[in-house]
């Protein structure tokens, strides 16, 4: 089969990690001189002796396999104390005294959590971003590890999938420049200091489009919609210098990721000029053989040719890759290349020079969990909550105000973290009661559970595998709950209704077909409605939801996502006017699960529906409108912002001449606010079909009550290149309109022409 990838050779990226270091190449060498075979085979073997892990297999043997130097690194163990002790067995008991390094999921923060990712990239704010990776690398690093599984930054538009949660949306672009920051965050100018570490960009690739939002399901994807709206973020952290590369779960072109050659060599390290490592995902060397790719040999041999280098867990490599070689199935060469790779990674992270550099014991008591690590995971917090509703500026709520506080989530550690908090402790977290108290110590609080996440048994089941009272079930009644939380109410000036969805009901395998509040908390949302009282929903989510009867019948509604160790303190802050929320959504928000996929930059079709009332032969549905409940870019502010008509430069361009866009901003309202000013530009006639509209750039804007700003804009050629069939990165000749606004559906428009 023709490689999907041969024909493109667009991307231009310097990879600032271009190692003709010759130094390390002849330290390696060298080393690799004295490897045996087996040993070669040994540093590709990734294990895991337990701990949080997302498979049904964990490693045997683990103590063994590290004397015979038949390990390259571990996952799933933290602490100077735990690595330090594996780190002397390989160093002081293999024959060559290779030092193992040390990996774990540290996705949104390692001991202090932050927003869970989805929640981080609403703030829009990449400085912002940028050090909560800082804050991360530094506990991680200080708790004994050098490689974080992350920046995750597979694009989705299906909000079934559980995993929405752990990326940055539905915008490539968006999503790119987040990438970057987070790599910054993590590796610093290179990784080779003793606090920053090895990041790992990952599923490469397409793994947010599985289809029917369904995990571990199969992708299928036109390569212009790939290379044009999901390949962009893995590319950003290749550019950034990102140490590694995880390989997906997913086929694509009916080869699953880990086997797939076209993507890994020719794609991820011929046209990008990737030189770091690729490891599998945890066992996708092995499930190749449930994909139908046939035994474990044939499958641990597809991944080796296809440019794979580390094997998760599955110890495919490890047991089968010397028959592979005796058979003639992989070359020496092939070895040789992954081995080179991942002794260079430990060459890199200084590990060669000292194999304890990242174990420390003085530092997680000055590094790990601080009152500046929590200060800074309440802030970022606080700027990553989307106020979506605020109808008769109910809120900010005032300090002394008697507060019905209700709903399972409103005390409840265990569920602040969000998913993928493996070395989160959740009893160090602030609950949204305990925030509230601090930040309003004068309010008159009455507390009522009212309702339980849910009560349907097959969800807390499936929910409560690691956590067995994440959804925790009352004893009493959900009759008696919700009368207790109506009494509440009644008592009070406003309800404060804290609701939404466990932590572990989204993040990996948490795919969901109904994403409404469920059943339980709805029934409790309908019952303090009839109270008459105003109430605040304050909603914990790890996707978008479908919210139509909240949106109508809830007074304020403020998307707290999951927010991490800080989040009572932060919800307490937005809820009580310390901090007027500024974030906007980067997802869209269906209005039911039948419009999924949702998403701002769907393409023009040949008959587009504008809303006519008695339309026939339109791309309509008969039964829900074609916009979402609440569009990507979407947030409102505690003050409002005036924009004024765009202003363009030139209304005709040539060439690579720039063109300045701008508009003047004014806070018309009393207090000082933050507006995310986003930009979309529209392609109207090109040689192949282009979506409505596409973000190219954004600028987060802090204005003082009256004040007024130009907002401005560079605009170059660059911004208005895209796929065409032959799959070359490029522009077209034609009329463009330039979308200035406040989300992708509200925006100040302009038109002009641009010839080549
Ligand atoms: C997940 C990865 C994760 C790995 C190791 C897998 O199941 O897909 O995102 O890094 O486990 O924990």
């Known amino acids: 089969m023709k490689c999907l990838f041969a024909i493109i050779l667009i991307f231009t990226g310097v990879n600032i990690y271009a190692q003709n270091d010759a130094k390390m190449n002849a330290f390696v060498t060298s080393l690799m001189s004295k490897m045996t075979l087996d040993e070669k085979i040994g540093q590709l073997n990734l294990v895991t002796p337990g701990g949080a892990v997302t498979g049904s297999v964990v490693s045997k043997g683990v103590d063994e396999n590290l004397r015979k130097g038949y390990v390259g690194g571990l996952f799933g163990i933290t602490g100077p104390d735990k690595t330090r002790q594996a780190q002397q067995i390989a160093v002081n008991n293999s024959r060559l005294k290779i030092p193992l390094f040390f990996g774990l999921d540290v996705i949104h923060g390692h001991k202090t959590l932050f927003p869970i990712p989805l929640g981080l990239s609403c703030s829009w704010d990449l400085a912002l971003i940028e050090r909560s990776a800082r804050i991360a690398a530094t506990e991680a690093t200080a708790d004994g590890l050098c490689w974080a599984f992350s920046p995750m930054v597979d694009i989705a538009r299906d909000p079934r999938w559980g995993r929405v949660s752990e990326g940055s949306g539905e915008d490539a672009y968006l999503g790119g420049e987040i990438a970057k920051a987070m790599v910054r965050g993590y590796q610093g100018k290179d990784y080779s200091s003793t606090n920053t570490l090895m990041a790992c ?3 490469f690739a397409l793994y947010g489009a599985a289809e029917a939002g369904r995990d571990y399901n199969s992708v299928d994807m036109s390569k212009i919609k790939m290379y044009e709206y999901y390949l962009p973020p893995y590319k950003a952290a290749v550019d950034a210098g990102v140490g590694s590369v995880m390989s997906s779960f997913n086929d694509i072109d009916a080869v699953p990721a880990t086997g797939n050659k076209c993507l890994l060599t020719d794609l991820l390290r011929k046209q990008w000029g990737f030189k770091g490592l690729v490891v599998s995902d945890y066992t996708s060397v092995n499930e190749m053989t449930n994909h139908g790719l046939g035994d474990l040999q044939t499958v641990s041999a597809l991944a080796l040719n296809a440019g794979l280098d580390m094997d998760m867990v599955g110890e495919g490599f490890l047991t089968t890759l010397k028959k592979s070689l005796q058979k003639g199935k992989v070359t020496q060469q092939q070895i040789d290349n992954a ?17 304890y550099r990242y174990m420390d014991d003085s530092r997680p008591a000055k590094d790990i969990l601080t009152s500046g690590t929590r200060k800074a995971a309440r802030e970022i917090a ?3 909550f989307v106020l979506l509703k605020n109808s008769a500026q109910v809120l900010p709520l005032k300090k002394t105000s008697s507060i019905a506080l209700v709903g399972p989530l409103a005390d409840s550690r265990r569920n602040m973290l969000g998913t993928w908090s493996v070395a989160g402790d959740f009893t160090k977290a602030v ?10 110590p004068d309010a008159n609080i009455i507390y009522a559970k009212g309702a339980n996440i849910s009560d349907d048994s097959m969800l807390i089941k499936r929910t409560n595998v690691f956590a067995p009272d994440e959804i925790e079930i009352d004893k009493r009644s959900p009759d008696e709950m919700i009368a207790e939380a109506v009494a509440a ?3 009070a000036d406003v309800v404060v209704a804290v609701v939404g969805e466990a932590a572990d009901m989204t993040g990996e395998a948490s795919s969901r077909s109904d994403i409404g509040l469920p059943q339980s908390q709805l029934n409790l949302l309908k019952a303090l409605a009839k109270t008459g009282k105003p109430i605040v929903m304050v909603l914990f989510n790890g996707r978008a939801m479908t919210l139509n009867w909240e949106s109508e019948n809830m007074n304020a509604i403020l998307d707290t996502w999951f927010g991490g160790t800080e989040a009572g303190n932060a919800i307490a802050d937005v809820l009580f006017g310390n901090y007027n929320p500024s974030g906007k959504l980067t997802t869209s928000f269906p209005r039911n699960v039948g419009q999924i996929p949702i998403f701002y930059n769907h393409k023009h079709t040949g008959r587009p529906f504008n809303n006519e009332p008695n339309a026939k032969f339109k791309s309509n549905y008969l039964d829900v409108s074609n916009d979402p409940l609440y569009p990507f870019g979407f947030g409102l502010s505690y003050t409002s912002f005036n924009y004024s008509d765009i202003k363009l430069s030139k209304s005709n361009l040539k060439g690579n001449e720039t063109l300045t866009a701008s ?3 004014t806070n018309s309202g009393k207090i000082a606010g933050e507006e995310v000013v986003q ?18 750039g954004f600028q987060k804007i802090l204005l003082q009550p009256g004040e007024s700003k130009e907002v401005v804009f560079k605009i170059t050629p660059e911004q208005l290149k895209f796929f065409n069939s032959n799959l070359k990165w490029d522009w077209e000749s034609g ?4 979308h200035i606004g406040t989300n992708s559906s509200e925006v100040k428009s302009g038109k002009i022409n641009w010839v080549k």
């Open 663 to 665: 508009v003047t901003l």
């Open 679 to 696: 930009l979309y530009i529209t392609d109207v006639v090109a040689s192949v079909t282009r979506s409505v509209k596409d973000l190219k």
């Open 431 to 440: 609950a949204v009661i305990e925030g509230i108290k601090n930040v309003a």
């Open 735 to 738: 009329e463009f309109i330039i």
């Open 201 to 203: 960009v990952k599923h």
């Open 339 to 355: 081995c080179r790779r991942i002794l260079e990674a430990k060459y890199k992270l200084g590990l060669f020079e000292d194999p």
């Open 489 to 491: 109410a009644n008592k």
């Open 382 to 384: 606080a700027h990553s």
